[in-house]
């Protein structure tokens, strides 16, 4: 069974930048591939997510604007792009994936595979 695998997360001031990277190896298929967060003792957010055939994507309130995400089928990468960081923004992120969907709503409940999480820390 495929797992995601993030890598990327590090500490950064407020308003500096980070890309955390999932490597999914099934990007070709019809996928939702999606970045989640959370923090001790809060709910796990949905922040943002892609089609990976369509390319459509979703983002929460709290990151549009800021974070974007995108793919790259030869890398079998998806990746976030996180600016203007703020300290509201640390937490543990991961990458999910839901199959054979083009409707990448940001549910928890939708994704059945799930990454083990990378750590990012915004300090002031």
């Known amino acids: 069974q495929e797992q995601p695998v993030e890598s990327g997360g590090g500490s950064v001031q407020a308003g500096g930048s980070l890309r955390l990277s999932c490597g999914w190896p099934?990007?070709?298929?019809?996928?939702?591939m999606a970045w989640f967060r959370q923090v001790p003792g809060k709910e796990r957010e949905g922040i943002a997510a892609?089609?990976?055939?369509?390319?459509?994507?979703w983002y929460s309130d709290s990151v549009n604007g800021r974070f974007t995400i995108s793919q790259d089928y030869d890398a079998h990468s998806v990746y976030l792009q996180m600016k203007d960081l703020r300290p509201e923004d640390t937490a543990t992120y991961y990458c999910?994936?839901?199959?054979?969907?083009?409707?990448?709503?940001?549910?928890?409940?939708?994704?059945?595979?799930w990454g083990r999480g990378t750590q990012v820390t915004v300090s002031v």
């Open positions: 892609i089609a990976t055939l369509l390319t459509t994507t």
């Open positions: 099934l990007l070709r298929f019809q996928y939702c």
């Open positions: 999910a994936a839901r199959y054979g969907t083009a409707d990448c709503r940001l549910d928890r409940a939708e994704y059945n595979e």
